[in-house]
């Protein structure tokens, strides 16, 4: 029999086409609540639904003293639900040191490199992963406040490529008082207590009192504007599309765009074309707020050229000409 | 001579098109740094630019016990400034009570509609009024929590009729800062302190809390996020003006809309269509997100008419029909 939860994440797969005619989903599971619940509900949904699950993926990142313990629950719980489960092990700190990233972003990286060849290797079009309502109301007002942008506003995707988020409209406590009247278990990370994490002190310190000042859980609220603004940013996106057509070429050392055209843009769709042409010439490295800006000034007739990252910009013959750093004459 | 502050003052008067060639601006003074800052900012300015200061206006609330205080010291400044100044006392409690109004929300219409009116009568077309960085990272944020949004998110404006807020991209700090270099005074607002209000503690607890997250004041980044989610609001506002014009009729008891044309618009478009048409059927009441969801449930065919505030609306001969509440069989 299928539970009110069900039913609320069985809505949110549809609202979002999360899932098509015969998809068969490998479930990534951590052995942390929310995971655990996906991977129960996505079971139950399969035997009403036109879908399957067709195994579970654990990476262990060996940088938890629960780490092996996680995994062993794991284990436990694909063996309970007679499903197939894929376990790795990630050598993070080395990975993080060799690309010069942080712990959680290598971490983040192996994880779904690991989950996409995982998905090849069993024939799975979809891979679910468990981010919450939780998950997506924190990482707003973390972008919020580092200044992101309508792009960080948008939040967590429901679905980007073959990877699929059925629990981001419900809450972290729904699915936790769902396991408990389920009389299922999950393995607690006693690193999410840990306040020197900034997500952490956001979630334990700064949700909580936001919640005082408002007399009610604000994670609804701020889910529901990410939803909003989500949809207003991928509308604008695919105006761009036809305005990258029509004014951008690529050849030679870098990217080229035609002046008027791009000067003669509203802003909102002017920011974005630029900001995609910025990202194709970084490639890896992060293109900010400030970079698109100072293309912008380059476009109202302010100085002669200007550095991005991956390369520089300058104006000639009617181009705004991008060109790549190997290329360009720094 | 113009200090630093000054120029960023005056820096976002131009970026935003704050005041005209010749434009006389009447400037809204409480007392407190804010204002006091604005009047001396714009007083030094407009001897430097080619607009003129006409006067200075207080309301007296007659709200707190240093109402009467603050409305001496605002009356010396503009003695000391050789400007004319238009005072009024305000009845509160009384409106508030009459429209049914918190006593914020009727502070804030009393002293809008004494401004615009003295304007009227010295012939002002600016307003000025001082809304700071401060004030915009609070309303942002507060909104967010609260659900508003793109709209809400957008946050206060710089300019809106003839009121503009030259403030808007300077912190509170740096007013203050600068008014003591100067050598110059305000009044503190003793009730800025009380945390039983809302804005009070996120100013107060939450944005401290926030700012030790990210090791850095997040109100600067906030402003930012508002600014840009104000010029896609803008433009995606500006898109729906055709659209209004090509699909919407008035007339009879209410409002059409021609309903093959309103289910073929862009989600983030039909979106704001819809909230116009109910905003204009509920007159002073208020519209919200579940108005629009519940009006675009019934544009997907899902049952036959949905009450909605100052009406309802309904599918009639290919058309959605709002009808105002006096002329339904309601």
Request: overall charge positive; glycine content about 10%.
């Amino acid at each position: 029999l299928l539970t009110g939860l069900h039913q609320q994440v069985r809505r949110t797969i549809h609202r979002h086409g999360l899932l098509a005619e015969g998809s068969r989903v490998l479930v990534a599971v951590s052995g942390g609540s929310d995971s655990v619940a996906l991977t129960r509900l996505l079971r139950d949904l399969a035997e009403h639904g036109s879908f399957t699950v067709v195994g579970l993926a654990h990476m262990n990142h060996g940088l938890r003293t629960t780490s092996d313990r996680d995994e062993a629950f794991c284990r436990d719980l694909a063996r309970h639900l007679g499903l197939p489960i894929q376990v790795a092990q990630g050598r993070v700190l080395e990975y993080a040191a060799e690309h010069r990233l942080s712990t959680e972003e290598a971490a983040r990286t192996i994880r779904y490199s690991f989950l996409e060849d995982r998905a090849t290797a069993v024939g799975a079009d979809r891979i679910a992963v468990g981010h919450t309502r939780d998950d997506q109301a924190e990482t707003v007002l973390m972008k919020l406040v580092r200044g992101a942008g309508p792009v960080g506003l948008s939040g967590i995707y429901p679905r980007r490529g073959r990877v699929i988020r059925p629990l981001l409209e419900v809450s972290r406590s729904a699915l936790r008082a769902w396991l408990e009247r389920q009389g299922a278990s999950w393995m607690e990370d006693e690193t999410n207590e840990d306040i020197s994490n900034p997500r952490n002190r956001l979630r334990l310190r700064v949700l909580p009192e936001l919640a005082e000042v408002l007399g009610g859980d604000p994670r609804r609220a701020i889910a529901q504007v990410a939803a909003l603004v989500r949809e207003d940013s991928e509308w604008l996106e695919s105006q761009v599309d036809t305005h990258v057509e029509r004014l951008v070429r690529r050849g030679g050392a870098g990217i080229q765009a035609d002046l008027a055209g791009v000067q003669a843009l509203p802003t909102p769709l002017q920011r974005r074309l630029l900001r995609r042409a910025l990202c194709e010439l970084a490639g890896q490295a992060e293109v900010g707020f400030e970079h698109v800006e100072a293309v912008r000034a380059l476009l109202r007739g302010k100085g002669g050229a200007v550095d991005v990252p991956g390369g520089r910009v300058e104006l000639s013959a009617g181009m705004l000409v991008l060109i790549e750093r190997k290329a360009s004459s720094k």
